[in-house]
């Protein structure tokens, strides 16, 4: 299984960007699909998950309200649409594929497939 990430970049704050990931080699449709994003000197961090079953999302409490993820099963894609973006959003993100269990799902272990990230950067 392959993870890509595509449609990072540098944006303004206050701007939106959306980045997904397109996932090779099947069962999509059986994954847990996570972002992360690991920013310079700091541990990876959950940002959020869309777990198999359609309309089941999940988000770290800082982008609540500004974030949305999405998952496409046509097209085996996960997308993360983020709007309102500040500076402390820059990072690296990855996309994760996994099963954890539901009290699991912010944990970077349990994911066994990974991107190879897209750079976010914000500038003030």
């Known amino acids: 299984v392959q993870l890509v990430e595509s449609g990072g970049g540098l944006v303004q704050a206050g701007a939106s960007l959306t980045i997904s990931c397109t996932v090779f080699?099947?069962?999509?449709?059986?994954?847990?699909m996570g972002w992360f994003r690991q920013a310079p000197g700091k541990e990876r961090e959950f940002v959020a998950a869309?777990?198999?079953?359609?309309?089941?999302?999940y988000y770290r409490d800082s982008v609540k309200g500004r974030f949305t993820i999405s998952r496409d099963n046509a097209r085996d894609m996960v997308h993360l649409q983020m709007n309102t973006l500040n500076p402390e959003d820059t990072a690296v993100y990855y996309c994760?594929?996994?099963?954890?269990?539901?009290?699991?799902?912010?944990?970077?272990?349990?994911?066994?497939?990974w991107g190879q990230g897209t750079q976010v950067t914000v500038s003030s």
């Open positions: 994760a594929a996994g099963k954890p269990a539901l009290g699991s799902i912010a944990n970077p272990q349990v994911y066994y497939h």
């Open positions: 080699g099947g069962a999509f449709r059986t994954y847990t």
């Open positions: 869309t777990r198999q079953s359609v309309g089941s999302t």
